[in-house]
């Protein structure tokens, strides 16, 4: 049986095709894709570093080659959109949202390279090269942000999108929770349970993005499996 950070098999039937297609090129693979996808998850997860990846995982060098692969390709974005959608249905919502908020979150630099920033890095939940391609959400009609992404205003105009800044009532001072934008700091805080992404270990925006990707991924999953059908 799964645990809760592996995929049973009704839930790897959801994504396989998106990680093992049928029609895939080149010699056949040494280990399941199935298992190098929990192995990814688990150290998504944990925290744990790639070389002290238990032994009932696939050998951690062909993990970590695996993940390149995969990060290049995109995969884990398009899994977890594919999760979501399914979520949304359930709820009784189109597929693809008409309202997208944005918000950003700051977290640690690593001791991975010295020239990175220790001081933090911004980790947003929809990044703008996204919203500006629009291809991820092409009913969009609506954004709502804080008022740090004021500067979105021409690029929204341009595309005919309404841009809603939210911001704090007046006299308020400190932390104040913004509606409906704390919809996005309960999803950083259950995201924050995911040890990978405690503090940025990444070498490259590329890899930073594509773990939280992983985490979104298995976060929606545990939806799944806590949410009525």
């Not at 009913?139 to 939210?166: E, F």
């Not at 999803?187 to 405690?198: E, I, N, P």
């Not at 270990?201 to 991924?217: F, K």
Request: charged letters at 30%; one cysteine or more; hydrophobic letters at 40%.
């Amino acid at each position: 049986m799964a645990s809760m950070i592996e995929l049973d098999s009704t839930e790897w039937a959801l994504v396989e095709d998106l990680f093992d297609p049928p029609r895939r090129e080149g010699r056949p693979a040494t280990y399941s894709r199935r298992e190098m996808v929990d192995a990814i998850l688990f150290i998504a997860r944990t925290g744990c570093q790639w070389r002290y990846l238990p032994a009932c995982y696939p050998p951690w060098e062909a993990v970590w080659q695996q993940w390149r692969r995969w990060r290049a390709s995109g995969v884990w974005a398009t899994a977890m959109e594919r999760i979501a959608e399914m979520i949304r249905k359930r709820h009784g919502r189109a597929a693809t949202p008409s309202m997208v908020m944005i918000d950003g979150q700051t977290v640690r630099g690593g001791a991975r390279r010295p020239d990175l920033p220790r001081e933090g890095r911004s980790r947003r939940t929809d990044q703008r090269g996204q919203a500006q391609r629009g291809h991820r959400h092409p009913r969009a009609a609506a954004v709502v942000a804080d008022r740090g992404y004021r500067g979105l205003r021409k690029m929204t105009n341009k595309k005919g999108i309404r841009l809603d800044i939210k911001a704090p009532p007046k006299g308020t001072g400190g932390f104040t929770p913004i509606a409906p934008l704390y919809r996005v700091e309960h999803a950083f805080a259950r995201l924050g349970r995911w040890r990978r992404l405690s503090r940025c270990y990444e070498g490259c925006p590329e890899s930073a993005r594509a773990w939280l990707e992983v985490a979104a991924l298995g976060y929606l999953f545990a939806r799944l499996r806590v949410e009525p059908a």
